[in-house]
């Protein structure tokens, strides 16, 4: 691997470049700073020395085999949602959970289950609930049907949802990409045949959809090629080198635990890179797989080009392999894990310095130019970080409602604008 970490090392040198890999400030549960504790070597295996290592605040991950419900939730009672933030909080009132609370999906997943995590963190949850498997948006519709619309911009339980993954569909590029440091795009995609992640009821299946991926990555060529490190083989030393290098996902985050993200951790987690680190992919850090392609510069084309290649080669290979696809319905697109980021489960943006932007529209300014051109804005490491280099992250803001040509479209032309604002 140290050739590797080399050559990682070369290619993605600058803070801003590797942070726009690893960093998802879309997603309300953050990655927190601290890692896993030692871990030793044996006849090359890796041996986890401490069965109660404590990865953040509050959080235990070998306790992490089941979830801690709300004391009221536990007893099947409404949730005390006083001071509660959260979209969830504003539409499970309480006459939605009692007409709710006795139902199951089809793997058991309960309305109690799925706004656990909003009920344990009221004041830091933005969306407050997570979907235990696709059966989730439909037995639980009165209560995820007026969330999703209100999130979504008006997306109606009579609208479904449009796909186009076709490249050559993008009109034009960032016309001058040296003025961009990085640029990443990355979509959230589960395989059908398994529960979603809060919904997983044993280790197997994470175990399964892992044995599953590492034949998929066997069969990646030419510049996909690469190599998956398992988060539970790798040594400590390997694993807090990706993690500096944001190049990993660290998995403790309370409001992920809360939900039963992190159950079972680290079985069946990993990484795979390719062998230039321009395409990446997560495999059950929340959703099955997230699939994430990066290169420095502002070539968003590019970047999404291969995207696309690496999404739908996966696709094909699950098909071929295993006779799988991804969870999709006509209605809601791609199904996630957490309702945010239903539909194309795309996130792209590039990382640029406005400095001249911000002196004349300030930072309020420039998030309502940014909501008018379907964008969001934020610092360098995320959404409430630090601005003061002036270097933003500036992504598309909706998921659901529009395909993935038009979201990476938004992010072409709202870039373009900017760099005209900023340089000329």
């Known amino acids: 691997m140290g050739s590797c970490r080399s050559q990682m090392a070369t290619d993605l040198q600058t803070k801003a470049s590797t942070s726009n890999l690893a960093s998802d400030p879309n997603k309300e549960e953050q990655n927190a700073n601290t890692a896993p504790g030692p871990q030793t070597k044996d006849a090359g295996q890796t041996i986890v020395q401490d069965k109660t290592m404590k990865l953040g605040d509050d959080i235990n991950l070998a306790e992490q085999n089941d979830v801690k419900l709300d004391p009221n939730l536990e007893k099947n009672e409404y949730p005390d ?6 979209l969830m909080a504003k539409y499970l009132t309480r006459e939605i959970f009692e007409k709710l609370k006795d139902k199951k999906t089809s793997t058991g997943f309960t309305i109690a289950r799925a706004v656990n995590t909003g009920v344990l ?47 050559t569909h993008l009109k034009g590029n960032i016309t001058d990409p040296s003025k961009i440091i990085s640029t990443r795009i990355r979509v959230a995609r589960n395989i059908s045949g398994f529960n979603l992640a809060p919904g997983q009821n044993s280790k197997e299946e994470k175990l399964q959809i892992e044995a599953l991926m590492l034949q998929v990555f066997a069969e990646l060529k030419d510049d996909l090629a690469g190599h998956y490190y398992s988060l539970a083989k790798i040594s400590e030393e390997e694993r807090q080198e990706l993690v500096r290098e944001h190049l990993l996902f660290k998995g403790n985050d309370k409001m992920q635990a809360d939900s039963g993200y992190h159950r079972w951790w680290p079985h069946g987690r990993g990484i795979y890179l390719n062998h230039k680190n321009t395409f990446a992919v997560w495999l059950n850090e929340g959703d099955h797989i997230r699939v994430i392609s990066i290169q420095q510069g502002g070539d968003v084309s590019s970047v999404f080009t291969t995207l696309v290649k690496g999404v739908n080669t996966i696709e094909m ?16 697109g791609m199904i996630t894990c957490c309702p945010t980021n239903l539909g194309t489960g795309l996130r792209g943006g590039v990382l640029i310095q406005l400095q001249k932007v911000v ?29 003061t280099s002036a270097i933003y992250d500036i992504s598309n803001k909706y998921r659901l409602g529009y395909s993935e040509v038009q979201l990476v479209q938004f992010v072409i032309d709202g870039v373009n604008q900017l760099i005209e604002m900023e340089y000329h």
């Open 121 to 167: 963190n009221k004041e830091k949850s933005l969306t407050g609930c997570h979907a235990g498997d696709v059966d989730s948006y439909t037995i639980f519709e009165e209560f995820f049907d007026p969330l999703i619309e209100e999130y979504h911009r008006g997306f109606k339980p009579s609208d479904n949802h449009v796909t186009d993954m076709d490249h």
């Open 359 to 387: 002196e004349k529209l300030g930072e309020d300014g420039l998030k309502k130019w940014s909501h008018e051109n379907h964008l969001q804005v934020r610092g360098l490491y995320g959404e409430h970080s630090d601005t």
């Open 81 to 86: 949602l006083s001071g509660a933030k959260s």
């Open 317 to 332: 290979l699950l098909m071929k392999l295993d006779n799988r696809s991804f969870q999709t319905t006509e209605h809601l």
